[in-house]
Antibody, heavy 114, light 110 residues
Framework: QVQLVQSGAEVKKPGASVKVSCKASGYTFTSYGISWVRQAPGQGLEWMGWISAYNGNTNYAQKLQGRVTMTTDTSTSTAYMELRSLRSDDTAVYYC???????WGQGTLVTVSS | QSALTQPASVSGSPGQSITISCTGTSSDVGGYNYVSWYQQHPGKAPKLMIYEVSNRPSGVSNRFSGSKSGNTASLTISGLQAEDEADYYC??????????FGTGTKVTVL
């Protein structure tokens, strides 16, 4: 069965960077892209961007351009999302999801606090 | 890209039917048949309930159905059950090759 397993919770200081991983199994990794979505506490879902696991092409949400980088490692079927220059309003649960958001990871809580 | 507009809350009694709307523009909901609906219970990841406007993934109850008219998509839950109490979000592909989510609707089973 399709599974996306994410890395554990992180606590970061303002200005730092965080890198969240998402290991896929149960399907051919390079046949689908990976999307990243975040959810601030008590808030709705926000689409962050997408990466093709086939060729590495990316499409980022405009508000995150310049601060976010999405990559994949096809040898381990793992996707990564790095967010830099963290601010307190980046505190959220970060989810990876397959392609058109049909299967989701369990989420990774990133807390930004001084 | 502005979030799609959903009602903040919808409620119904067990057995009743409820409908949640999701209003966008011709650049998202109205322009593409790539509208999806997600159910999210507290502390859990979203779960895909409807994709491409009206298709149900395997394993999703046929009590859930989707439709679209113009720039507004809708999710109907028939035969409401206690387990349906959750937050529901719509999403749509957009003309910017992005995805946009709705504002979210809290469904309460009375």
């Amino acid at each position: 069965q399709v599974q996306l397993v994410q890395s554990g919770a992180e606590v970061k200081k303002p200005g730092a960077s965080v890198k969240v991983s998402c290991k896929a199994s149960g399907y051919t990794f390079t046949s689908y892209g990976i999307s990243w979505v975040r959810q601030a506490p008590g808030q709705g879902l926000e689409w962050m961007g997408w990466i093709s696991a086939y060729n590495g092409n990316t499409n980022y949400a405009q508000k995150l351009q310049g601060r976010v980088t999405m990559t994949t490692d096809t040898s381990t079927s793992t996707a990564y999302m790095e967010l830099r220059s963290l601010r307190s309003d980046d505190t959220a649960v970060y989810y990876c999801a397959r392609a058109q958001l049909d299967y989701w990871g369990q989420g990774t809580l990133v807390t930004v606090s001084s | 890209q502005s979030a799609l507009t959903q009602p903040a809350s919808v409620s119904g009694s067990p057995g009743q039917s409820i409908t949640i709307s999701c209003t966008g523009t011709s650049s998202d909901v109205g322009g593409y048949n790539y509208v999806s609906w997600y159910q999210q219970h507290p502390g859990k990841a979203p779960k895909l309930m409807i994709y491409e406007v009206s298709n149900r993934p395997s394993g999703v109850s046929n009590r859930f159905s989707g439709s679209k008219s113009g720039n507004t998509a809708s999710l109907t839950i028939s035969g409401l059950q206690a387990e349906d109490e959750a937050d529901y979000y719509c999403s749509s592909y957009t003309s910017s090759s992005n995805y946009v989510f709705g504002t979210g609707t809290k469904v309460t089973v009375l």
